[in-house]
């Protein structure tokens, strides 16, 4: 991301355009093709803002009067996770408690048949079935938490899927000696 030489200039603009979004909202109801518009030239400028700011600012106050609006950017992400990748990284202990594997046998007919031979081998098997593996992140989460993996353990085995940035805002009552944060 490229930073904006001119952030006060944006600042500015971005003040403007918060006062302006937030009485556009308050006026109306989001089905409304108006504050659509003015919602959209609002992301665009917040955007701009956000990008022109350090990188882990999330957040930023702006005071209208006796009320402080706190403008958030927040971006969804998706994780996804090889679990196979997961396997070679970490030991069968951990692999087992954080990886779930479901079966789907497609030819049940088939299946129940072949079962009743004798000499069953799993190559024979295998096209019958669709195995399924996924992570559980719930159960990574509690295994970081008590120091059993890290993040580095597993470096590799996932992707990050950023989203495109919404916005909320907060509005709070301000008194005379009181700075935005």
């Known amino acids: 991301m490229k930073k904006v030489d001119n952030v006060t200039g944006v600042m500015e603009t971005a003040e403007k355009m918060l006062f302006v979004y937030q009485e556009a909202k308050a006026k109306s109801d989001a089905s409304n093709a108006n504050f659509d518009k003015i919602k959209k030239s609002a992301y665009l400028v917040f955007d701009e803002l956000f990008e022109s700011v350090e990188n882990d600012v ?28 997961l396997s070679s990284m970490v030991g069968k202990e951990i692999y087992d408690k954080v990886v779930k594997v479901s079966c789907t046998i497609n030819d049940f007919d088939r299946f129940a048949k072949f ?47 950023r989203r495109k940035p919404y916005y909320l805002t907060k509005e709070s009552a301000v008194s005379e000696d009181e700075e935005p944060k």
């Open 115 to 161: 079962m009743r031979k004798k000499g069953i081998k799993f190559s024979e098997v295998k096209d019958m079935l669709s195995i399924h593996k996924s992570v559980d992140p719930k159960e990574l989460d509690k295994l970081e938490a008590i120091g059993l993996i890290s993040l580095n353990d597993i470096a590799g085995s996932y992707t990050v899927t």
């Open 58 to 85: 999330k957040s930023i106050g702006f005071v209208y009067d006796d009320t402080a609006v706190t403008l958030t950017q927040v971006t969804p992400t998706k994780v996804e996770f090889d679990a196979d990748k």
